[in-house]
């Protein structure tokens, strides 16, 4: 099992970034491709980023490619997701989650973080 905890977010302003990073617990941290979402008021949860076990693979969704770049650091226990030239329609809460395979589909983590807010001004 592996606890998750997010934090980096706030209010940035339209064009800006932020580096959002999640801790994760545990020895095994090593085992689980990770991913960050992002849920907005009213909306659906959905893909952002992810990353392979070893880190050698990410994906993004389309409407973040460019601007997102996601990372770890498995000695640390640590994912990052650096967030630059950052839009109004970027604000959203970001979660972090681990799962045994990197995908864009939320049914494939096992495991979920609490969220950590970030809003966009324009």
């Known amino acids: 099992q592996v606890q998750l905890e997010e934090s980096g977010g706030g209010l940035v302003q339209a064009g800006g970034s932020l580096r959002l990073s999640c801790a994760a617990s545990g020895r095994t941290f090593s085992t689980y491709a990770m991913g960050w979402f992002r849920q907005a008021p009213g909306k659906e949860r959905e893909f952002v980023a992810a990353i392979s076990r070893s880190g050698g693979v990410s994906y993004y969704a389309d409407s973040v490619k460019g601007r997102f770049t996601i990372s770890r650091d498995n000695g640390m226990n640590m994912v990052y997701l650096q967030t630059n030239s950052l839009k109004p329609e970027d604000a959203a809460v970001y979660y972090c989650?681990?799962?045994?395979?990197?995908?864009?589909?939320?049914?494939?983590?096992?495991?979920w973080g609490q969220g950590t807010q970030v809003t966009v001004s324009s």
């Open positions: 989650a681990a799962g045994s395979i990197a995908s864009q589909g939320t049914s494939r983590y096992d495991y």
